[in-house]
């Protein structure tokens, strides 16, 4: 995947376009903890390792700010699980 992860404070979102289809990843941000609520990449688009660099983008964050993260979404508690570099974020 070439196309360029933003992340957008104000709506609490990473988001990226693949061919004009719009994925994300929702999160909420609460005393230093950033809850992966939803990672969104539909079908058309699926299949290309786009929600792996979500949520990665999204962990990269976490780790700089000093936030630790609650992967409610069960695709961010599943990659978490498969990643162990990032454990340490992990609650």
């Not at 933003?6 to 994300?24: A, W």
Request: proline letters at 5%; aromatic letters at 6%; a negative charge.
């Amino acid at each position: 995947m070439s196309a360029e992860i933003n992340h957008n404070p104000r709506t609490h979102r990473f988001e990226v376009k693949v061919d004009g289809v719009p994925c994300v990843l929702d999160y909420t941000l609460v005393d230093g903890v950033m809850t992966i609520t939803h990672t969104i990449v539909p079908s058309a688009v699926g299949g290309r390792g786009i929600a792996a660099n979500l949520v990665r983008t999204a962990l990269d964050m976490a780790r700089a700010e000093h936030w630790k993260v609650d992967p409610a979404c069960s695709y961010s508690e599943i990659w978490m699980t498969r990643h162990p570099e990032y454990q340490d974020l992990h609650i």
